[in-house]
């Protein structure tokens, strides 16, 4: 994401998008009746010796009243109700679809912008390209996309290795294994343009011996491989455990899953060890808010944007905000997120012991 402009004293950000974890930010960030100016079209009756219409490129300014974000076509729908249009047309008024792609650049104007809202925006500027992690083990193989907001998996092979008394049948399974594997990999390279490094995760030497592959056959490939960590498992676990471990610190530094994943950790950490410097649940984390006890609150995209909780939760983060606590919101697309919204969608970091548990 590129920031044009910023004008917080007009409450005004002007910004173009650069890639699909832009479109997610921005899912978050909108809120109904923010002012959204873009170009856009729109179909416009004209008179032609009969009626008819045709699409006129246009810059329109619309009230928001709805999101959508469609990750598989690279689509963020904005509707809302036009307020500013070209005269000629009288179309104000009538609602209107903007739909937002890599490319787009537009201009938000909001009531107000929280400081939740900005830090998401200042976080994807800082963003750098995702990049994949392929987790193996003799059971499971799983070669993963990391985006700013979900974990997306592009392959999962279960190799059938023979027992490690069939030495040579092994050997010879476990090639296989591999060059499909990297075959798989290669091709994911190719329809990822965007992705620069490679981390490769799992336990045991399979995958050094991997490695060692790319680097005969698939140098291309290998030159992107920028870690080689140990873990206790392969497959989708071994993503995860890579994140949640730190052994990927390094590569993921300015990644926000990672951040996500990472907190949720410490949460669950201070839960188990029965501490009392943790609440979870709406009506115990408000509580909480009100009295400045939170230093950093934990909230769900998905309760953020839930109707009938909207105001209790909007007035969870201004006490967070105005007392000095930092707001996180998570994506409900990867580990971290699904974990958060098993405990209400909502949860707190303590400043100090509060409550007492078990």
């Known amino acids: 994401m590129r920031i044009i402009k910023k004008d917080l004293r007009h409450n005004m950000i002007s910004l173009s998008l650069e890639n699909i974890d832009d479109l997610w930010v921005l899912y978050n960030v909108l809120e109904p009746g923010d002012l959204v100016t873009s170009k856009t079209s729109r179909e416009i009756k004209v008179e032609q010796g009969r009626p008819s219409s045709e699409r006129v490129a246009m810059t329109l300014t619309i009230e928001v009243t709805g999101v959508e974000f469609d990750a598989s076509l690279n689509r963020l729908r904005i509707h809302g109700v036009i307020r500013e249009c070209p005269e000629e047309y009288g179309i104000k008024g009538s609602y209107h679809t903007i739909a937002a792609a890599p490319g787009t650049s537009m201009n938000i104007r909001k009531e107000r912008w929280r400081a939740h809202h900005l830090e998401r925006l200042e976080s ?62 290669a091709r994911v390279i190719e329809s990822e343009p965007r992705v620069k490094r490679i981390a490769i995760v799992g336990p045991g030497f399979l995958k050094q011996h991997f490695k060692d592959l790319l680097d ?40 926000r899953i990672a951040e996500e994943v ?12 029965e501490r009392g410097d943790f609440a979870y649940g709406l009506d115990q984390v408000a509580e909480d808010a009100s009295s400045g006890a939170v230093e950093m609150l934990l909230i769900t995209d998905s309760l953020l944007r839930s109707f009938e909780l909207k105001d209790r939760v909007e007035q969870v983060i201004r006490d967070v905000e105005e007392k000095g606590g930092k707001v996180m919101i998570l994506s409900t697309e990867h580990e971290g997120g699904e974990k958060l919204s098993s405990l209400g969608g909502i949860a707190a970091l303590l400043r100090y012991e509060r409550h007492r548990w078990g």
């Open 124 to 185: 994807a500027v800082r963003s750098r390209e995702p990049i994949i992690v392929v987790s193996l083990d003799s059971e499971s193989a799983c070669i993963a996309l990391i985006l700013s907001f979900k974990v997306e998996v592009k392959v999962e092979i279960r190799p059938r290795l023979p027992g490690k008394m069939d030495v040579e049948a092994r050997a010879s399974a476990e090639k296989k294994f591999l060059r499909e594997l990297a075959e798989s990999l």
């Open 262 to 273: 990472s907190v949720v950790e410490k949460l669950l950490g201070r839960i188990a060890s």
């Open 216 to 255: 005969k056959e698939f140098p291309n490939v290998a030159l992107r491989v920028s870690a080689v960590k140990g873990g206790s498992s392969g497959g989708i676990a071994g993503v995860y455990e890579a994140l949640r471990s730190g052994a990927l610190e390094k590569l993921l530094r300015d990644s």
